[in-house]
């Protein structure tokens, strides 16, 4: 588990709500890519939110809540002909290889989409989607290959694909 991780949607929470608290109405706090929000722009009816997908990446609206990914875009390397990357599974300390490159997560606290994210990828795509659909959290699911694929709510009639 990436507990750095897990303290950055803590972080973007108590941020939120000390904006809140200090007569904000409206905010975007983003904590290296996981985020959350408050209210709505001035004359606007969403927040457009970049999600990275393996070999593409999309824009969704955001109008409540919260966001976060969790992957091995960033955090990765090679050490000999072996491969690593920072997403424990933690039965075996050892890195959780399945064919996932990335779970984003929509939740009403970044706290909690970050817990949801990592947890859903350490599973891997049917057990992590199985507990996504058990708690009603909406996810996207994007695999090495490219492919991809929503749970729950997630907006795909939303969702604009952009090349990277």
């Keep these: 588990m990436d507990f750095g991780g897990i303290a950055k949607g803590m972080a973007v929470d108590a941020a939120l709500h000390l904006l809140q608290r200090e007569g904000i109405s409206y905010a975007l706090v983003n904590a290296g890519g996981d985020l959350a929000v408050l209210g709505l722009p001035p004359g606007e009816g969403q927040w457009p939110i970049a999600i990275p997908g ?89 695999r090495e290959d490219g492919t991809w694929e929503a749970i729950e709510s997630w907006p795909i009639a939303l969702m604009k694909g952009e090349e990277q």
Excluded: M
């Design 54 to 142: 393996h070999e593409e990446s999309w824009t969704i609206p955001l109008r409540a809540g919260a966001l976060a990914t969790s992957g091995i875009a960033r955090r990765h390397w090679q050490q000999g002909q072996t491969r690593y990357h920072h997403l424990l599974h933690p039965h075996t300390g050892l890195p959780a290889w399945n064919d996932l490159w990335s779970v984003t997560v929509a939740a009403d606290r970044c706290e909690q989409a970050e817990v949801a994210a990592k947890v859903a990828f350490i599973l891997g795509f049917e057990q992590g989607a199985a507990f996504l659909r058990a708690h009603r959290i909406a996810g996207l699911f994007v």
